[in-house]
């Protein structure tokens, strides 16, 4: 019943920008975390942005603060990660992910998944 739905990937020149997003239905997004995760070839999976279903709290993996912005739109059910100064080492699948309650960056702390989308950072 649950589906998140990521977009915006791509591939981007280091220094550059992009915008992901995730479209989520079949929840009132109101009452979930959501978090942002990578999973880079031959790494294991990590936490790298985070907010709270008030979008009061946030976290940022110490690799991509002040870099990365996490924001959400409850009304639209969409929820962004904007991504600035990427470096070769943002490279990865990204996904979107929600949970019930706040584990910022801990995969254990969310219940439903998106696909993925691919971001490729090279020259």
């Known amino acids: 019943q649950v589906q998140l739905v990521e977009s915006g990937g791509g591939l981007v020149q280091p220094g550059g920008s992009l915008r992901l997003s995730c479209a989520a239905s079949g929840l009132i997004l109101d009452d979930y975390t959501v978090g942002w995760f990578r999973q880079a070839p031959g790494k294991e999976r990590e936490g790298v942005s985070a907010i709270s279903s008030s979008g009061r709290l946030t976290y940022y993996h110490p690799s991509v603060k002040g870099r990365f912005t996490i924001s959400r739109d409850n009304a639209k059910r969409m929820v962004y990660l904007q991504m600035n100064s990427l470096k070769s080492e943002d490279t990865a699948v990204y996904y979107c992910?929600?949970?019930?309650?706040?584990?910022?960056?801990?995969?254990?702390?969310?219940?439903?998944w998106g696909q993925g989308t691919q971001v490729t950072v090279s020259s």
């Open positions: 992910a929600v949970g019930s309650v706040y584990y910022r960056g801990d995969e254990r702390g969310y219940d439903y």
